[in-house]
């Protein structure tokens, strides 16, 4: 897989154990929010197009061609990339920094938008200076999240689901239910989970038929139960990002996002060796956003790089890259020779089974929950 030559911003005794898609009971504590604030890059350049743009991002998520690429347009600037692993950080960086972060983009999942605006965290978009926005599918504007785009703009789309080795698992694994199933059995001690309590609920729910973000404590208990005794001892690792892990054959089960799953799959000698499974039950489904954070010095760059991206030229490129839709219309069509499309488009049929996430109201059960689990792993 190719290697991005980004800066890390967040130091990394900073960096946590979770994963992109949840947020913690409330923010962090004042010490680590000035910590973190304290690393923000310099606020230096004007509000024009000239001089570096400040980009606050997950891992692996743009190609750096494009990156390079940008800084040669009308307008364009230098891309200086700072990684997070959760949408907390964001939040708890931008929340201890009042303005002065430094950033002039963030990448927020959808689900996260509200907090942020409440907080005043976002600055409101310059539609005029976005005319490519028109080239994003409808289906993925005007959410109940952000009414109007007014504060973000649509950048991946992705969905959980897990990968096998077949020359281990000889059967089929089509559902949820088989992944516990196979956990237990083939991939005892050689299975991973994402890091997120989420996803992990998600999938457990999935297979037994529940509502996946029901805040019902008895229902959570249950789940806790055996997630605890019957998985966690079955675990070898929680992660994220299971690319690098896939490439190496380092697992014989793995719950991944498409995107960092399908990375995998293409970077192993052996590109049969791994089969990505859409469980047939449904799955979670995520959308991350560019935006524009409060206090931003390079605005005009910045909403110069978002319309750039939304070029379905560009946009392509990000897609091949980083193995998740960007929603603009068509790119299915355009896509015609990427590898493995099928781990990166869902068909109408296969869509009307994903759930996009939420914060649950039972957040803070559901993160106990994860601990334990996580505490149980491998014993």
Known sequence: MPQRPFEILVPTAMRKDISRRVLL???????????????APS???????????NLYTWGEYDDPAVLKSFAKTE?????KLGSYDSNEELIAKLSAAKGTSGYDIVVPTLSFVPQMIDLKLLEQLDHAKLPNLKNVNPTYLDTDQDKGNRYSVPKALGVSGYVYDTTVIKRDL????????????EAAGKTSLLADPNEILW????????DINTNDSGTLDKAKDFLVKSIAPNVQAFESYVSNTIAQNGRVLAHSWNGDARQGIISNDDKGRYRWVKPSEGAGQFIDNWCIPTGAKNVDAAHAFIDYVLDPAVSLKELEYIGYDTMVTGIKDTATDVEEPDLIFYTPEETKKLVIDIVPKSQEQRVAIFNEIQAAAGS
């Open 174 to 185: 089509t559902s949820w239910k088989d992944f516990f199933d196979a956990a237990q059995k």
């Open 75 to 79: 307008g364009g600037a230098t891309v």
């Open 203 to 210: 999938a457990y729910f999935f297979s037994i038929g529940e």
């Open 25 to 39: 009971a409330g923010i962090v504590g004042a010490g680590a929010a000035a910590a973190l604030a304290a690393c």
């Open 43 to 53: 606020t230096a350049g004007g509000s024009g197009g000239g001089g570096g743009l």
